[in-house]
């Protein structure tokens, strides 16, 4: 069984369009996280939950809004999705504390937006 | 503001070599984490360290943190065609809740 899962694996769309990235973690785990990382390879966080209260919230434009159902799911929608969007985006989960903490990470979703 | 510096950016090294990767953070931080990166794949966690003088190995790789100078390592003893990869280190501060990475470390292990 795959520990955390993303759907869909690609995503392309037009510019303007509102889409959602799905994830879920069969883990247990309390915190979630979404990624992107762009065509250079740069990584960056945009949101952490932990037991579904959001903990670190990056500054990325609002059009990017993370969703929480419940704590073994953590989806992105992003509205008005423009060219700059296209990435790649991870979702991870974690589990533990300190150095025994450990994150476990999503197969990805490859954006590109035309 | 909390900045990561990663050098070198890329590497390349024989087999059976030892080398390492530096990350430089500009600020105070909670703790600081390694990623190994695949090509075209996902993340990998290798490592957190929060104390001065951490130490941690795994396998042919071992990361320590120095908090005073700012700077963690990941050192690479033996290279192996394996370890090829793009190795990303992180910096979080739970002050700010900044949590910032590295521009990566592309290495290539050749045969």
């Known amino acids: 069984d795959t520990a955390v899962s993303q759907t869909p694996k690609y995503l392309v769309t037009q510019m303007g369009n509102d889409k959602s990235i799905k994830c879920e973690q069969n883990l247990g785990h309390d915190t979630m996280y979404w990624y992107k990382q762009d065509s250079k390879k740069f990584l960056k966080i945009m949101f952490s939950?932990?037991?579904?209260?959001?903990?670190i919230n990056e500054t990325v434009p609002n059009r990017f809004s993370p969703k929480s159902p419940d704590k073994a799911h953590l989806n992105l929608h992003i509205n008005s999705l423009e060219l700059g969007d296209s990435a790649v985006y991870f979702c991870?989960?974690?589990?533990?504390?300190?150095?025994?903490?450990?994150?476990?990470f999503g197969p990805g979703t490859r954006l590109l937006v035309l | 503001e909390l900045k990561v510096e990663q050098n070198p950016l890329f590497l390349s090294m024989q087999e059976g070599k030892n080398y390492t990767i530096y990350c430089n953070y500009s600020t105070t931080s909670d703790r600081l984490y390694w990623y190994r990166q695949d090509p075209g794949k996902s993340l990998e966690s290798l490592f957190v360290?929060?104390?001065?003088?951490a130490v941690k190995q795994e396998g042919r790789l071992m990361a320590s943190l120095d908090t005073k100078a700012r700077l963690s390592t990941l050192h690479i003893t033996a290279a192996v065609h394996d370890l090829s990869a793009t190795y990303f280190c992180?910096?979080?501060?739970?002050?700010?809740?900044?949590?910032?990475f590295g521009t990566g470390t592309r290495l290539k292990v050749l045969a």
């Open positions: 991870a989960s974690s589990h533990g504390t300190g150095t025994q903490e450990t994150q476990y």
């Open positions: 939950y932990n037991n579904k209260e959001l903990i």
């Open positions: 360290l929060l104390s001065n003088g």
């Open positions: 992180a910096v979080y501060t739970s002050g700010t809740y900044k949590y910032i």
